[in-house]
């Protein structure tokens, strides 16, 4: 039986009661949660998983970000959207990310995830693979 918007919902109700009853839950890893909601998104509405919000992801230690990928982040209130030009000593304690050369616009990774960087809410773009 389909829902007032097409949604097929005796299929959601009984997925529901497979794949995300507390019993079921409690027993699950967040990957295979993870995948179980991601399953639901996708054949519920595909076109969701395009949208912004789930196409970035928060940085969470040194060697994430690669020369060439699009990051998000915030300065004084504005938010800003660029690529990574260069990524200098990758993966150690001394990692900086530099987004424009010729103003000599960086972070040090390492004060971005502590939060004493004036660089906050560092996002860098999920990387798909080519289908």
């Not at 829902?3 to 839950?25: H, M, T, W």
């Not at 912004?52 to 928060?58: A, G, K, L």
Request: proline share 2%.
């Amino acid at each position: 039986m389909d829902n007032q918007f097409g949604l097929d919902a005796d299929y959601f109700i009984k997925l529901c009661k497979r794949e995300f009853s507390p019993s079921v839950i409690l027993n699950q890893r967040p990957e295979d949660l993870a995948r179980a909601f991601a399953r639901a998104a996708r054949t519920a509405c595909a076109g969701v998983l395009r949208e912004d919000e789930f196409n970035w992801e928060h940085l969470r230690s040194t060697g994430q970000i690669t020369a060439g990928e699009k990051i998000r982040f915030t300065v004084s209130g504005e938010t800003t959207t660029t690529r990574v030009k260069e990524v200098l000593n990758p993966g150690t304690d001394t990692e900086e990310v530099i987004y424009n050369q010729k103003k000599n616009y960086f972070f040090i990774t390492k004060m971005a995830l502590d939060g004493s960087s004036t660089h906050k809410s560092v996002q860098v773009r999920i990387r798909r693979l080519s289908q």
